[in-house]
């Protein structure tokens, strides 16, 4: 018998209701639907309530680690309602964040665009002192500042640096002011992944991180014609296959203590479904390391 809702209550991937408990559960959901800082296409806000919705479809039986990772435990807390400057939602989501990790849990991010992940990234920090951040996205996000905030969305990963190292896939689109900043060594550049069919690049870019990784994806990461519905789309972007090898090989060497999707605009299903399957692909590939790890 499959879970459902009750007030402040809402169940990921359509789970029995004992496998969804906040209180027992091994990983935890926390939504947060805000856009304020969107510079182009608004409406990100609505990606975490899209994601619910298309998390109700996906089989709960992962293939590719012959595994249930439902059965660990999938919660959503309620989501943080907030409408400010994104330098106090950082704040809040930190404190949630931090929460999360103290109860020993693995926090799951679901944004809204890209500024939700620098509270994350401070709450996870501030737990794991060798924190590293592995960053999905087409976009370098790494201005000092941009429309008047150093909390923008295009601001995420200098936030990030000042915290931690990190390591940026897929990128494809960045500004020249942006370029100074950038460690070569550490960014991967789509088109040079495109040309590595033999997947290369991923041992590369997993070799740079620290024992604990956090990872950021921005589903503008993937290519837009298999994710149209993004608030940023940039052509040349990664494939399901390479995102999920990647995935796959990071949890295999390094304890990802956590992990954001984000930039997900609503109203085009497969586009949706494709962020709720991530988050539930991503999550067998951490438990089965897990267990591998302990047996």
């Known amino acids: 018998m499959s879970g459902s809702d009750s007030p402040g209550h809402r169940v990921f991937f359509d789970l029995p209701a004992e496998a969804a408990d906040p209180a027992s559960a091994a990983a935890i959901i926390l939504p947060v639907p805000y856009d304020r800082t969107a ?11 899209a994601i619910l919705e298309a998390s109700q479809h996906v089989e709960l ?37 931090g929460s999360i990790l103290g109860d020993g849990r693995l926090p799951i991010v679901l944004g809204g665009e890209h500024s939700v992940t620098i509270g994350a990234v401070r709450a996870a920090a501030q737990t794991f002192p060798r924190l590293s951040v592995l960053q999905i996205d087409a976009h370098a996000d790494a201005r000092e500042t941009y429309m008047g905030s150093t909390h923008n969305h295009a601001c995420v990963m200098a936030r990030v640096r000042e915290l931690c190292p990190a390591v940026q896939v897929g990128i494809r689109s960045v ?41 950021t994806i921005d589903v503008d990461g993937f290519d837009p014609s298999i994710v149209p519905a993004t608030g940023t789309p940039e052509p040349g972007g990664l494939g399901w296959r390479q995102v999920n090898l990647l995935l796959a090989e990071v949890v295999r060497r390094h304890r990802v203590v956590g992990f954001d999707v984000v930039e997900l605009l609503p109203g085009h ?15 067998a590939e951490i438990f089965a390391a897990d267990e591998a790890r302990v047996s």
Request: net charge negative; charged share 25%; aromatic share 12%.
């Open 39 to 49: 510079s182009w296409l608004k409406g990100t806000a609505g990606g975490p309530e």
């Open 61 to 97: 039986w992962d293939i590719e680690t012959a595994s249930e990772p439902w059965r660990f435990g999938v919660a959503a807390s309620a989501p943080i309602e907030f409408d400010g400057p994104p330098e106090a939602l950082s704040t809040q989501v930190a404190e949630k964040t």
């Open 175 to 215: 500004d020249t002011e942006e370029l100074a900043a950038l460690d070569a060594e550490r960014v991967f550049w789509a088109h040079e992944i495109a040309r590595d069919r033999d997947h290369l690049w991923i041992e590369d870019a997993v070799g740079l991180l620290t024992p604990e990784v956090y990872v």
């Open 269 to 283: 299903p497969p586009s949706a479904f494709l962020a709720a399957k991530l988050v539930y692909r991503f999550l």
